[in-house]
T-cell receptor, first 113, second 112 residues
């Protein structure tokens, strides 16, 4: 079946601009996660949704980062006033419910110039 | 979640068994050991997990020591496609409220 998909696969933006990254989880998965991965590092947790609500957003680095999942399926990660330090691969994962193995998408590579 | 320690890199000959160690000496009784791997330019992929018994699936075997302070992931017949970064993660669940805490993992290189 279809796995987790993320769009766009690559995004180049200028410093100070706003970007949106989209995640389509596996159908029926209620839990959705966002991670950020910098070069040479493991993924870093950002936020976890159970259904429509953000159950844990403790990993968001600051208030420029925000994520939504209005209908409990597709999620959008939004970054305002992008900075060069935001450049990374943003990974989305879903699981059947929280606490089970996670299935990751291919990621969106964000480059802020 | 307990901290894990893994060697930064390992080599293994194609066709041989690859044994990847992980130390998790501060693991607590309700924490599981999970293994994921990440092939270059892809998202991480779940491999296997266990609590205290050894586990085997179609991808790998997981051997957990009796005191649960360390574990070994075994790929029985490594192929070139197994070249990847392997992450050992200790967590009270597969993710849940805290997500997964990844370290730097072990870069396994399968040599032809």
């Amino acid at each position: 079946g279809a796995g987790v998909s993320q769009t766009p696969s690559n995004k180049v933006t200028e410093k100070g601009k706003y970007v949106e990254l989209r995640c389509d989880p596996i159908s029926g998965h209620t839990a959705l996660y966002w991670y950020r991965q910098s070069l040479g590092q493991g993924p870093e947790f950002l936020i976890y949704f159970q259904g429509t609500g953000a159950a844990d957003d403790s990993g968001l680095p600051n208030d420029r980062f925000f994520a939504v999942r209005p209908e409990g399926s597709v999620s959008t990660l939004k970054i305002q006033r992008t900075e060069r330090g935001d450049s990374a691969v943003y990974l989305c994962a879903s699981s059947l419910k929280g606490g089970l193995e996670e299935y990751f998408g291919p990621g969106t590579r964000l480059t802020v110039t | 979640d307990a901290k894990t320690t893994q060697p930064p890199s390992m080599d293994c000959a194609e066709g041989r068994a690859a044994n990847l160690p992980c130390n998790h000496s501060t693991i607590s009784g309700n924490e599981y050991v999970y293994w994921y791997r990440q092939i270059h330019s892809q998202g991480p992929q779940y491999i296997i997990h266990g609590l205290k018994n050894n586990e085997t699936n179609e991808m790998a075997s997981l051997i957990i020591t009796e005191d649960r302070k360390s574990s070994t992931l075994i790929l029985p017949h490594a192929t070139l496609r197994d070249t990847a970064v392997y992450y050992c993660i200790v967590t009270t669940s597969g993710g849940g409220a805290d997500g997964l805490t990844f370290g730097k993992g072990t870069h396994l290189i399968i040599q032809p």
